[in-house]
């Protein structure tokens, strides 16, 4: 099983394969450490007493897991990142900050050109002005984080059985103009098919959402979110616990979509990046 990731993980990224490749010949650990835009960068912080703490240059706080003999911040990478050379700012335990260079390299996802019309994606007044009010709410619940940082390997458990969509990325144009890249990953199940928190986590928020319908937002700890669309029940309420593996909401059709299936993003750093890279 080793032996089969691994090879899959080098037939999959190719001629680009440098940064993964030596995370792969050394113990399989999640997330997957993955130096492009949507990846998660697994960065080397070295040893120290206490967990350090780290920052995005915009002044996000990263999320550190490891332990005294060596540290490690996990940044999630933005889908818009542009490739080249990024960086993060370490704490240092004696005060000031040292900088620490990273490479993000370029990874074009696919588009997706659709003609449909007219009506279909302008938004009416009303419904635009509702959308900017959800916007603001969500901006908030997304720069959540919380103590303590989760604990071991962060892999995660498959919310929903079912046929795995790789459409994380996926650039759709609607009649040619650009829209947000899809930031998830889409996992077709029946309406009422029972949701499973992939892993331990705090309900932060639910809310039903003009284009992502019933939402519940998990919170895993140091900036580790995660968010289920579309749904037709939520079990749970902002505040409550759940355990990995325990059902909480149940898949749906609702919101801006075609037919029933999970919608499900992993954020980082506020950055949504693979969910693939959990599992
Ligand atoms: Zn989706």
Redesign the pocket.
């Known amino acids: 099983m080793h032996l089969n990731r691994r090879d899959a993980l080098l037939g999959a990224l190719g001629s680009m394969a440098l940064p993964a490749a030596r995370a792969a010949e050394e113990e399989a650990v999640w997330p997957r450490d993955l130096h492009v835009p949507g990846g998660v960068a697994r960065l080397s912080l070295g040893p120290a007493a206490r967990r350090p703490q780290a920052r995005t240059v915009e002044d996000v706080p990263l999320l550190v897991v490891g332990d005294v003999i060596e540290w490690h911040a996990l940044v999630g990478i933005p889908l818009g990142a542009p490739p080249g050379e990024a960086r993060i700012r370490a704490l240092r335990e004696e005060g000031g900050t040292r900088e620490l260079p990273y490479v993000v390299a370029p990874k074009r996802y696919r588009e997706q050109q659709l003609k449909v019309a007219p009506g279909q994606v302008d938004l009416s007044a009303e419904d635009m002005a509702r959308y900017e009010r959800e916007r603001a709410h969500l901006q908030g619940v997304m720069a959540t984080f919380s103590e303590p940082p989760p604990e071991g390997d962060l892999r995660m458990q498959v919310p929903v059985p079912g046929r795995r969509?790789s459409?994380f990325g996926l650039r759709r144009v609607f009649n040619g103009e650009k829209r947000n890249p899809?930031?998830?990953?889409?996992i077709a199940a029946a309406t009422g098919t029972p949701v499973k928190a992939p892993m331990a986590g705090r309900v932060i928020d639910t809310g039903d959402y003009f284009f992502n319908g019933g939402t519940v937002w998990l919170d895993h700890g140091g900036g580790l979110l995660t968010m289920y669309?579309?749904l037709s029940a939520m079990d749970v309420k902002a505040g409550e616990v759940v355990k990995a593996g325990e059902r909480f909401c149940a898949v749906g059709a609702t919101g801006r979509?075609t037919g029933p299936?999970l919608?499900?993003?992993v954020m980082l750093n506020r950055a949504m990046v693979d969910p693939g890279l959990f599992l």
């Open positions: 969509s459409s899809h930031s998830g990953m889409d669309c579309h979509v299936h919608h499900w993003s």
